[in-house]
């Protein structure tokens, strides 16, 4: 967890983000006004199940979606909106502003070039470092997430396990110092100790350097140990945000609730009926269908209402409030 | 109680190449026993056989030395039909949903090729697969559709009442739900135990979640580099949850 | 399908996501990326039509039975209009017809080399062991065999007819068919779903056919039609030499009697060059064709 006090600044503001998809079978509504608020130095989980929407907003902020996808709304990052930057522009910033860590590390490295150069090249084609320098920065970012020694660096991706390789685009995406790192499904297909390593030495990395972490997972135990903030996410709607801990020991909105009963502390309670169709979507509240609290004011959209008393910001002691999209509150 | 399916000093090596062999031991002298109304967790960690383990006790496999007792009589010497019987009585449920289903065959076709297998006439297949949709929490809409465009939970669900068709004794889940999400591995778990109770099954649970484990087996097995590391009895939950009720 | 006319089956459940013919055509016909691509299918697909229309109504296309003799050596026009060859047949029934002698070989050699190797896949690629083994090595006897010129013996020794040379390409051709159906089949039969139908105890050739065949058509369309090109090229090939049939009327014969009669080095080109279109331009439908699948078949699995 994050202990950096200093300055909470907005580092990237969402506003509004909408994204679908043409499909041969209509079109999906994958995300509907998603709005959120990264600050610098925070760590920010964005937590939901298959299908909430989570990876394609991230994918979203750096233009990575394929061609048949609509996106509106803003993504402001130093005083410029994401959205609307063209190409050449974006590809400045991914990499060395706002790095990308994706979810299948052995298919997002290449095959045949070893680990300290594929680390190193960053370091060299981006900031046009000397070769020596690079390769030296890039020995110490690998023993720094475990991979020591200079046999390691000269291996190549197919040689190391997969939380290995997980560790290596960690570095890859890490060594430029940008500024914000999203971070797709880190922990997947990691082991629970290996994951825990991972992420605390991700969370060290980032503290060194001050940058923000927007933390893409569907597990929430990971999301409450390594965020500060969370943002749960259900139909491509967020439904809930605030502080971390505090969501655990008291959630607001009802599907959030509902979703820490099936955890396996919590004794596996499960959530009646499944989520509904991105494509045909209810209107009103979308989790009314599986809702215990649901009533007749629900079939229209409730918007985020902000709860006072119930959080702290970011970085400051003031109190601000937890916001729940939600006819309760 | 007399148990099901009983396991004896099952070992399984494989050999590889032609003149300078290489043995490799997967597992080691396995005895487990599963009992009707219980279920056995496996857990250990990945590359300790628990899969292998779990196919030879299908049937799929076949150890290379011990022994497999089906309600008594022994793999190797039963007859044809109860070899088929036993075939029928222990099934399986693999860990990747949408891989168990046939991505070419709609959800309606890959019910009806059991169906036809078990020689059900066809005038009854509507009302059987009515009754087993049932059971398993889906419903009818899901029949038109193809693995590929229903979720990881309905896809095991289906994968689930595949297998119930055959009225089987004891089912053997090889990570049934860690491919699942939260709120749908709730929801699974919750059915395979209600399904338990209802139709008396055995089950051994394969998982790598310590969780999981705990909450639905009375018995947890260890496997450490194919053998037994830790065979103890775990204190079961009973759930506090609500009954599963699907309503798409 | 039987669920569409339950209620609360929603229509787009069944009209739209369930129907595959449904999808295909929408991926050819809808204007998603790749359209020049699609347009160029399109095409594909309607020129191979127009010959199978061809070959289908000779009767009614073509305008004289090409076996009547008219005048011999008319220049193309008037009453002719790819003139008339040295005995008088008039060159454009003579085409025509000939599309049918063309593509029932093409055809048949092609489905005869496409089923032999599916069948010889598929059976060594899921028994494995001493079956693959045997398939294989019986494979690459066939591979070891040179083909033109065994079709070129045999063709010299027994009575020249283009059954013949079907029947002889279809035997000698399914070998690459087997190898790729034979990989593609390994492949296939590790998914889960072929475990899990085993375990349900179904039997292997229930399985083979209706689990893993359908798996593999995208890999034995695309050779289907592609044999069906080189059979065609092989039998313009052979009777070009000579071997093939000269009592039926083929494009290969066409180019054969062209060269033969003095057709070339006169400069008659009506002789020559249209037949020649003929072949060159039904292979490149059957090739824009079979890329017209494979690119629909990827753009299917990325919208899965």
């Known amino acids: 967890m994050s202990a950096i006090l200093a300055d909470a600044a907005p580092i990237l503001q969402i506003e509004d983000l909408s994204v679908s998809f043409d499909?041969?079978?209509?079109?999906?509504?994958?995300?509907?006004?998603?709005?959120?608020?990264?600050?610098?130095?925070?760590?920010?989980a964005l937590v939901g199940e298959t299908g909430c929407g989570k990876s394609v907003v991230a994918s979203s902020i750096m233009q990575l979606l394929p061609g048949n996808a609509h996106i509106q709304g803003r993504a402001v990052y130093a005083g410029r909106d994401l959205l609307g930057l063209d190409e050449r522009e974006m590809s400045r910033i991914r990499g060395s502003e706002i790095a990308i860590v994706f979810q299948n590390p052995s298919l997002a490295l290449n095959p045949i070039i070893r680990v300290g150069d594929q680390v190193a090249e960053m370091l060299r084609v981006r900031k046009g470092a000397a070769a020596v320098e690079a390769m030296q920065k890039a020995r110490d970012m690998l023993s720094g997430l475990g991979l020591q020694g200079e046999k390691k660096m000269r291996m190549y991706p197919f040689q190391f396990s997969g939380g290995m390789n997980q560790r290596v685009m960690i570095a890859a995406s890490m060594i430029l110092s940008p500024r914000i790192i999203i971070a797709d499904e880190p922990s997947k297909g990691l082991d629970g100790a290996l994951a825990k390593e991972v992420m605390a030495e991700m969370a060290r990395i980032k503290?060194?350097?001050?940058?923000?972490?927007?933390?893409?997972?569907?597990?929430l135990n990971l999301a409450r140990d390594i965020s500060d903030r969370m943002a749960v996410m259900y139909c491509g709607e967020i439904v809930e945000i605030g502080r971390s801990e505090e969501i655990f020991n008291k959630p607001l909105h009802p599907y959030t609730a509902a979703l820490l009963d099936c955890l396996p502390e919590r004794g596996f309670q499960p959530i009646p009926g499944s989520s509904p169709s991105m494509i045909n979507p209810p209107s009103g509240c979308k989790f009314l269908p599986r809702c215990p609290k649901g009533s007749e004011r629900c079939n229209r959209m409730p918007?985020?209402?902000?709860?006072?008393?119930?959080?702290?910001?970011?970085?400051?002691?003031e109190s601000i409030g937890r916001e729940v999209r939600c006819w309760l509150y | 109680m007399l148990a099901i399916l009983k396991a004896e000093d099952v070992s399984l090596?494989?050999?590889?190449?032609?003149?300078?062999?290489?043995?490799?031991?997967?597992l080691k002298g396995i005895s487990l026993q599963l009992q009707p109304g219980k279920t056995v967790g496996l857990m250990g960690p990945s590359g300790s056989g628990k899969t292998t383990l779990g196919k030879i006790l299908a049937g799929i496999e076949r150890p290379t030395s011990g022994r497999i007792f089906f309600a008594g009589r022994e793999l190797g010497t039963m007859n044809k039909s109860e070899t088929t019987a036993f075939r029928k009585a222990v099934q399986m449920v693999f860990q990747d949903p949408e891989g168990s289903l046939?991505?070419?065959?709609?959800?309606?076709?890959?019910?009806?090729?059991?169906?036809?297998?078990?020689?059900?006439?066809?005038?009854?297949?509507?009302?059987?697969?009515?009754?087993?949709?049932?059971?398993?929490?889906?419903?009818?809409?899901?029949?038109?559709?193809?693995?590929?465009?229903?979720?990881?939970?309905?896809?095991?669900?289906?994968?689930?009442g595949r297998v119930l068709l055959l009225q089987p004794q004891v089912i053997i889940l090889d990570e049934p739900t860690s491919a699942l999400d939260i709120s749908v591995q709730a929801q699974i778990l919750n059915l395979l135990k209600e399904l338990q109770r209802d139709l008396g099954l055995a089950y051994l649970l394969i998982s790598h979640q310590s969780n999981v484990i705990r909450f639905m087996a009375q018995e947890t097995i260890v496997l450490e580099g194919g053998m037994i590391s830790e065979q103890s009895s775990t204190y079961s939950h009973s759930s506090p949850g609500n009954k599963p009720q699907n309503i798409a | 399908m039987e669920c569409c006319k339950k209620e609360g089956c929603g229509i787009e459940c069944c009209n739209m996501e369930g129907r595959r013919t449904k999808r295909i055509l929408m991926a050819l016909c809808s204007a998603g990326s790749d359209l020049r691509a699609q347009k160029i299918s399109l095409v594909g697909l309607l020129l191979f039509l127009s010959f199978v229309?061809?070959?289908?109504?000779s009767l009614q296309l073509a305008p004289y039975d090409p076996w009547i003799r008219f005048e011999p050596y008319l220049l193309p026009g008037g009453e002719h209009i790819l003139g008339t060859n040295d005995l008088g047949n008039d060159i454009l029934s003579e085409l025509i017809y000939g599309t049918r002698v063309s593509l029932i070989v093409g055809f048949a050699a092609a489905l005869l080399a496409t089923i032999t190797g599916t069948i010889v896949g598929l059976l060594a690629g899921y028994y494995r062991g001493m079956t693959d083994e045997i398939l294989m090595g019986i494979t690459d006897i066939f591979l070891m065999i040179p083909q033109i010129p065994l079709i070129i013996v045999i063709a010299s020794f027994l009575r020249p007819s283009f059954w013949l040379v079907a029947i002889l390409m279809g035997a000698l051709w399914w070998t690459s068919t087997a190898r790729v159906v034979r990989s593609k089949t390994l492949q296939v039969r590790e998914n889960g779903f072929v475990q899990a139908a085993r375990a349900l105890g179904f039997s292997d050739f229930h399985i083979i056919f209706t689990d893993v065949l359908p798996n593999t058509i995208h890999v034995i369309a695309p050779k289907f039609l592609l044999s069906i090109a080189s059979a065609m090229i092989a039998e313009a090939s052979i009777s070009f030499l000579g071997l093939g049939d000269p009592t039926m009327k083929s494009w290969g014969t066409m180019i054969n009697f062209a060269f033969t009669r003095g057709g070339f080095i006169n400069g008659y080109w009506w002789w020559y060059l249209t037949p020649g279109l003929c072949i060159t331009l039904f292979v490149l439908c059957v090739v824009l064709m079979g890329f017209a699948w494979e690119e629909q078949e990827q753009e299917y699995r990325r919208l899965e």
């Open chain 1, 207 to 219: 503290n060194q350097s001050g940058a923000s972490l927007l933390l893409i997972t569907h597990d």
């Open chain 2, 13 to 26: 090596v494989y050999e590889s190449g032609l003149i300078f062999k290489k043995r490799h031991e997967a």
């Open chain 1, 23 to 44: 499909t041969a079978a209509g079109q999906v509504k994958a995300a509907e006004n998603v709005s959120f608020v990264l600050h610098r130095g925070e760590t920010l």
């Open chain 1, 303 to 317: 918007g985020m209402a902000t709860v006072e008393g119930m959080s702290t910001a970011f970085g400051s002691s």
């Open chain 3, 53 to 57: 229309l061809m070959a289908v109504f």
């Open chain 2, 102 to 160: 046939n991505p070419k065959k709609s959800i309606e076709q890959s019910i009806a090729e059991v169906l036809a297998m078990l020689k059900i006439p066809s005038g009854r297949w509507k009302d059987v697969t009515g009754r087993m949709l049932e059971k398993v929490g889906l419903s009818e809409e899901l029949l038109c559709r193809y693995p590929g465009q229903i979720s990881g939970g309905q896809c095991q669900r289906v994968a689930l």
